[in-house]
């Protein structure tokens, strides 16, 4: 964790203050031992800063604010303020100075891509600032270069390059190609302060940047690895172009730019949040939103466990497990990062995934960056999605498509939400005639198409209606997972307005009951989902008929931390399915809905919605 503040000038307070941290002025006590080891990345200024710019501080800036930042008063004799690193969008922050470079370069310069010996942070970094310039980076590696590292890299869009075992001699692959030009740059942070361009003689005179590790080179026509260029690292910027601006999938926002600006990218960094911090889930009193259904064991499964084989073929894609990430974010600089985690974990994990609502992508377009996510994962099943409600406020099927087209789906899916659209202040509640336009969308758009509800579920007159309609799955999700009403009651601004989404926080029809309603009266695949938490949920929901699950909240939370532990995740799910499957002598999925299975009669449907369940 980095701490930061801006260098004074110099004056006689700030040369005391330096004094202080000589080894011979600290006291040798756990408490001072711990202060130095804490702060050997910091500045102490005496000088007074301008008040600073106060925003949420992570969990872990506690101890800091409250333990560490009083006894650097104390000790410096000034007002200290402390800047955690680890929230910035790369992890440190290079990233500014990395921009600023970009911003000092002269207008031709700036068409020019970038190149940059990096290891880590000052590579994703540099490729940041190149989003910004809407130009490619080209990042050199050292052999042994951790591979979070490297996937970080290539999440950020920059196309990777290994070249010797230090940055050093990747560096000299740059400078093979080109003549670098150094130039004084005292307020510029370590990393980013060589500039390089295109020269024709491929000598290079070498001169350290001041941490002598990292180095970001500016390129001309004639990049490292041209001949290797990766029309999947282009596609951000395509994406960007359709929209009349350049930039790529990690354009950063403008300065000014403010979510609260917007009532629709206010909502839905409200959402994410609300979702990541808040308990907004609502299991049944027994558990999981599966627990009921109890399956055969066996005893004698005649088959060894690495001969259970999970995959299958799913909207013309192959999964190597029935999983989709579940649909939930998108729309803020927040929720980008959290999107491209998820891709970067199917990818590696071989499952799909539903996008968030896109209908900010189509009043706000520089947002549909945050949807972006084909640059990391070119091989995965990716549904895109709106709210059906939204095709009678003028959305058409060609802007639907666009969408699609924009994030390079193979399917779209309309999520129903009534409840929420009720509950929300700016909520959309024309409902009437919605089944009439969402037939006509489904037969319009040219790709495979869906329906889904939010958590609140299907009842048997859903399914049958919706049976009529062209649809190459429904997504169950009932009540059992995370309540939209709940989180739309953290919203709320009114007493009465709290009061009433409490009272629908439990409202719907429970998940196993949806998932029944719409294998037993439906006429497409069915993808069980709400409260769906484990490997061993999935297997019963796959056991009574379904092609494939979903899951989101837990893997949304993982995300927030890394994609390493949405990995961590998703391989955890998989090994309690294929373990399943192993204990139920079932080979494949096929064999799986074959198992012997008991479901108790109050999940029912015909039942449920008779009122005998409850």
Known sequence: MGLHWKRPEHTESTTRARALWRPKNRVPSPTSRMTVLSTRRLLVS????????????PAGGDHFRERIAPILEERSGARVYLKLENPQRTGSFKLRGALNRWLSLDPDQRTRGVVAASSGNHGMAVTCAAGEAGVDAVVFVPRGASPIELAALRSF???????????????????????????????????????????????????????????????????????????????????????????????????????????????????????????VERPPADGSAFAAVELAHRALPELDLDEVDPSLEFLGRRLAFPLLIGSMTGGTPQAGVINRRLATAAQHCGVGMCLGSQRIALEHPEHSATFAVRHVAPDILLVANLGAVQLNYGVDAPQVRHLADDVGADAVVFHLNAAQEALQPEGDTRFGGLFEALGEAVETIGLPCGVKEVGCGFSIADVRRLAELPLAFLESAGRGGTSWNAIEGQRAQGEHDRDLAAGLADWGTPSLTSLLACLRYGATDVIASGGLRSGLDAARALALGATATAMALPLVRAAARSSEAVIDELEAFKKALVTVMFLTGARDLAALRSVPHRVPPQVQPEIWEDGAGA
């Not at 005496?46 to 501080?57: D, F, H, K, S, Y």
């Open 157 to 279: 869009g920059a196309r990777v390059r290994v070249k010797g075992n230090d940055c050093l001699v990747a560096e000299d692959a740059i400078r093979s190609a080109l003549r670098v030009v150094v130039g004084q740059h005292r307020t510029l942070i370590e990393g980013a302060a060589a500039v390089a361009v295109p020269g024709p003689d491929s000598r290079a005179s070498r001169r350290s940047t001041p941490n002598g590790r990292s180095r970001s080179s500016c390129a001309g026509e004639h990049r490292p690895g041209d001949s290797a260029r990766s029309p999947v690292s282009r596609r951000p910027r395509r994406l960007w172009n359709a929209h009349g601006r350049a930039g790529c999938a990690n354009r950063l926002q403008p300065a000014d730019w403010n979510p609260m600006d917007r009532p629709i990218s206010s909502r839905k960094q409200d959402h994410l949040r609300l979702a990541l911090e808040h308990d």
């Open 46 to 57: 005496a000088a007074t800063p301008p008040p600073p710019t106060q925003r949420g501080t």
